[in-house]
């Protein structure tokens, strides 16, 4: 379906968790550069997703049939919350006809090149689950890459990487900005050589600016992936039309 003013909307794949998604996030619709819609994957928990592996097929199926859906629904792109997706990212893409970003870990490629192949920080969910099987997906080779995870962050935590049920329903935005902010600075002291930030969790990109600030160095997440995904749909659209 051609974009439009009425019509057009991107289409957010959610996991199935119950914390609040603040200005920026990835499951936040305004965060976006048009408007958006969610679509929460049952059963998917973040950690069923956040792991070192693919999720199970039932939730592969399930992501399917999310994706398929917002593009019936007249979806013209679409993305997810959780970078740690991108396991399925072929999946999603062979299985609908529009474009999907499901992870800020398919921009490295790009991101590195652009800074003329220097090492880029990821800053992810969970340091210890984002090994081969996302790595791999996303084309990224850890020697282009310095990594460190949040998972030692009880505010971001408790809210995120804990089960549906025993997720907080408030996030300390500012406790998470400030560890998130600690890890940025601590891989550019010790690895001068960054030349940029990648966020792969979807729940970061609030503190974006605030990274960009204490490290001097830019910050890219999903939603910049996705704003551009946008514009390059809706440019393609208006050539066609």
């Known amino acids: 379906m051609a974009p439009n003013s009425k019509q057009a909307f991107l289409g957010i794949l959610m996991l199935d968790t119950r914390f609040p998604r603040i200005a920026g996030d990835a499951g936040n619709i305004h965060s976006y550069a ?22 199970s097929p039932d939730l592969v199926e399930a992501f399917i049939n999310a994706a398929k859906q917002l593009e019936s629904d007249g979806a013209v792109a679409i993305v997810s919350t959780c970078g740690f997706l991108v396991s399925i990212q072929d999946q999603i893409a062979n299985a609908v006809a529009i474009p999907v970003l499901l992870s800020a870990l398919s921009l490295h490629p790009q991101i590195w090149a652009a800074h003329q192949g220097k090492p880029i920080g990821i800053l992810t969910a969970s340091k210890k689950d984002l090994g081969q099987t996302a790595l791999k997906a996303a084309n990224v080779n850890i020697k282009d890459a310095y990594i460190d995870g949040m998972e030692d962050c009880r505010a971001f935590t408790n809210a995120i990487l804990k089960p549906k049920t025993e997720q907080i329903l408030e996030i300390d935005s500012m406790q998470v900005e400030i560890a998130v902010v600690k890890k940025a600075e601590n891989l550019l002291k010790s690895n001068p050589d960054i030349a940029a930030f990648l966020l792969e969790c979807g729940n970061l990109p609030p503190y974006s600016d605030a990274i960009a600030r204490a490290t001097g160095r830019p910050v890219y997440s999903i939603i910049d992936g996705a704003n551009d995904m946008i514009e390059r749909a809706t440019n393609q659209a208006r050539s066609i039309t």
């Open 34 to 55: 048009i408007p958006a819609r969610t679509a929460v994957v049952t059963g998917a928990e973040s950690l069923d997703i956040v792991i070192d592996g693919l999720p």
